[in-house]
């Protein structure tokens, strides 16, 4: 089945400095690749997400790339701020007669004021 | 908030004891889904369901089970074989017309007495 592999496990970067976060997976058949950010004692929410048939996409300060070739996406967050300090999952999803997605084991990013 | 709800917030269960987790959603969405989180491993896929009175197993569905009765319930019942239930579970759900990102409830979090 799909594995997702994600690194760092911890960032910590000063504010206003960049932030890159990197996934693999292993199953070709992953056709969609969504990133959420959960804060504290919140549940998990999309902040951006980009299909197979796309390599680049951006939103603002939030970025991702992905290399279906190598098999690996990464989440930019420039001119990073406090609010940006939070646990970051990246995620691959597949049709398998159903949709299923399957996440990284997250990175938990800490922005230093 | 609206939209996914779970029930209880917190539940403990008792040694040799099976505890049933709710999940309600009023999106109208097909596909619907149970996670595990447990600390730096992310969230790992227990069940999950695209349609009424069908469902799939994930990656960990040993000692759980679930049912598909409505398309808005998905309650997922954490059986006594469970011999490590302690965790935070989360329940979702997405549209079925393309793969598209997952809404989050704000979870369970389940202690053994």
């Known amino acids: 089945g799909e594995n997702v592999e994600q690194h760092p496990s911890t960032l910590s970067v000063q504010e206003g400095d960049s932030a890159v976060i990197k996934c693999t997976y292993s199953?070709?058949?992953?056709?969609?690749f969504p990133w959420y950010k959960q804060e504290l004692g919140k549940r998990p929410q999309l902040i951006i997400d980009i299909r197979s048939n796309v390599g680049e996409k951006k939103d603002q300060r939030i970025a991702v790339t992905l290399n279906k070739t190598a098999k690996h996406f990464s989440l930019h967050i420039t001119e990073t701020q406090p609010e940006d300090s939070a646990v970051y999952f990246c995620a691959a999803s597949m049709n398998t007669g159903g949709f299923k997605t399957i996440f990284g084991a997250g990175t938990r990013l800490f922005v230093k004021a | 908030d609206g939209g996914i709800t779970q029930s209880p917030k917190y539940l403990f269960r008792k040694e040799g004891q099976n505890v049933t987790l709710s999940c309600e959603q009023n999106l109208n969405h097909d596909a619907m889904y149970w996670y595990r989180q447990d600390p730096g491993q992310g969230l790992r896929l227990i069940y999950y369901s695209q349609i009424v009175n069908d469902f799939q197993k994930g990656d960990i569905a040993e000692g759980y089970s679930v049912s598909r009765e409505k398309k808005e319930s998905f309650p997922l019942t954490v059986t006594s074989a469970q011999k490590n239930p302690t965790a935070f579970y989360l329940c979702a759900s997405s549209k079925m017309d393309t793969n598209e990102k997952l809404f989050f409830g704000s979870g369970t979090q389940l202690s053994v007495l």
């Open positions: 199953d070709s058949a992953s056709n969609y």
